[in-house]
């Protein structure tokens, strides 16, 4: 297996368990200058670290080998026990987005989430954690991922567990977790309603449509209102195109 050359450069060259050359750029990052960082490389085939920044010492303690031995899974559980489920849900409805884009797309996308993790001494270091696909296979899945982390703790950031998703560069969405949770508090019933009402339907409508009456879909949509904390039929077509609710 031939060593990874260059991490921090644009064009990365690794090689496959068969010792063939795969060829991937990973010049969607953004993060340059934002403060000290480290890389890894995820092979999903594996389940495994490809490789991993000596740097990752210098930002939370651990020695590189110490993380790749304990794999994705380890690193997962340093996460802040406040953030990891805001960290679950938010990268999910990420993927989600970029899974629905043609395969040839989604190196041109990058997702970025902050959040708190355990240094080796027990304190928490404040990360933006910044992923791009590198590669796939002839199955369409992926194979490596570029992450990154940002040490922004000297920001003095309060309210963790922020996503960004761009798109060569651009930022495209952006959500935050108590927006995740109002999501969350709507049934599967109330999310049918609002992307109806995104469509321009009237409440009379969605009733035929949904084989409700009116009076319940009312309802419904009162209560949607109420929960979250918006007010009218534009707060609330403006708060479903922003958190992907159709």
């Given at each position: 297996?031939?060593?990874?050359?260059?991490?921090?450069n644009p064009s990365i060259d690794i090689y496959d368990e068969n010792d063939r050359a795969i060829f991937i750029h990973?010049?969607?990052?953004?993060?340059?200058?934002?403060g000290p960082s480290f890389s890894y490389i995820y092979?999903?085939?594996?389940?495994?670290?490809y490789h991993i920044d000596q740097e990752v010492h210098k930002i939370l303690g651990y020695q590189a080998e110490e993380v790749c031995k304990g794999g994705y899974c380890y690193f997962k559980s340093l996460i802040h026990p406040d953030d990891y489920v805001h960290v679950q849900q938010l990268t999910k409805r990420a993927w989600?987005?970029?899974k629905d884009c043609p395969m040839a797309l989604q190196k041109n996308y990058s997702i970025s989430i902050d959040f708190r993790v355990k240094h080796q001494c027990g304190s928490y270091v404040h990360v933006i954690h910044e992923t791009t696909i590198l590669a796939h296979n002839e199955q369409s899945n992926d194979t490596y991922s570029l992450f990154t982390c940002y040490d922004i703790t000297h920001?003095?950031?309060t309210t963790p567990c922020v996503l960004n998703i761009y798109y060569q560069n651009n930022l495209l969405k952006r959500w935050s977790a108590t927006q995740s949770n109002k999501i969350e508090l709507l049934s599967f019933r109330e999310k049918e309603i609002v992307r109806e009402v995104c469509k321009g339907l009237t409440s009379a409508e969605i009733a035929k449509k949904l084989n409700l009456s009116t009076h319940t879909v009312s309802t419904h949509r009162k209560t949607i209102l109420r929960k979250l904390n918006i007010k009218g039929t534009s707060a609330l077509?403006?708060?479903a195109f922003q958190n992907q609710i159709f």
């Open positions: 297996m031939h060593p990874i050359r260059q991490l921090h990973s010049g969607n990052s953004r993060g340059r200058g934002i092979d999903h085939t594996h389940n495994s670290f989600d987005i970029v920001w003095q950031k077509v403006h708060f």
